[in-house]
Structure formats: structure tokens, C-alpha cells
Nanobody
Framework: QVQLVESGGGLVQAGGSLRLSCAAS??????YGWFRQAPGKEREFVAA????????YYADSVKGRFSISRDNGKNTVYLQMNSLKPEDTAVYYC?????????????????WGQGTQVTVAA
């Protein structure tokens, strides 16, 4: 059974940091992505990483503040979030893609975790 399980969300003050984890089981993916969805908004791309080689990709809104990484031995992907802003508040989802091309649309990913809430207080 393929599973993606996120953890690490919580409440943090503006300017603070959080690290999200996404533990995958059942298979490895070519691409791992992080998306987020705020209330009343569409799910949006945050970052992605190529499992082989480790190339990374970011949304402009998080570039320079967030960092995506992976631990191949643990089949786990991380999202380090620094300098958090209230507008970063959302449910954050981990997603897996089997094709080897980076996708920035939720439609590009078939496998999803359950999400973890991140709340940034002003």
C-alpha cells in the first residue's frame, strides 16, 4: 500500500520556523512535491524535489525562505520553512509523482498525504 504521511505542522509566530516531514512507504517516486491550500483558495505549488539527483524547484512566494530536501535512505522528504509569514498559513500536503518531470499543478500528482496544518500568527 502506497502512503505519504506528513508531520511537523503547528502554530508558530511570524518570523519563526517549522520543518515538515513526509514519510513515503510502498514505493519511491521520481518527484516529491509540497503543496498548500488556504481556506477558500485553490491548492498551490510550494516546492518539489527530484528524488534522483536532488534538483529542487520553488514557488516564487517561498523562494529564499523555504528549502526542500530528501533522505533517500528513509524515503522521506522535508520542507524547512523559515521567516514564516501569516500568509503562509495553510494545510500543507506532500505529493508523489512517478513521471520524471517536475509538475507544478496538483493534477500532475496522483499520490497525496492527508495534510498537516501550519498556522502563522501575526
Amino acid at each position: 500500500q502506497v502512503q505519504l504521511v506528513e508531520s511537523g505542522g503547528g502554530l508558530v509566530q511570524a518570523g519563526g520556523s517549522l520543518r515538515l516531514s513526509c514519510a513515503a512507504s510502498g514505493r519511491t517516486f521520481s518527484i516529491y512535491g509540497w503543496f498548500r491550500q488556504a481556506p477558500g483558495k485553490e491548492r498551490e505549488f510550494v516546492a518539489a524535489i527530484r528524488y534522483s539527483g536532488g534538483s529542487t524547484y520553488y514557488a516564487d512566494s517561498v523562494k529564499g525562505r523555504f528549502s526542500i530536501s530528501r533522505d533517500n535512505g528513509k524515503n522521506t522528504v522535508y520542507l524547512q520553512m523559515n521567516s514564516l509569514k501569516p500568509e503562509d498559513t495553510a494545510v500543507y500536503y506532500c505529493a508523489g509523482r512517478t513521471d520524471p518531470w517536475i509538475g507544478r499543478s496538483p493534477d500532475n500528482y496522483r499520490y497525496w498525504g492527508q495534510g498537516t496544518q501550519v498556522t502563522v500568527a501575526a
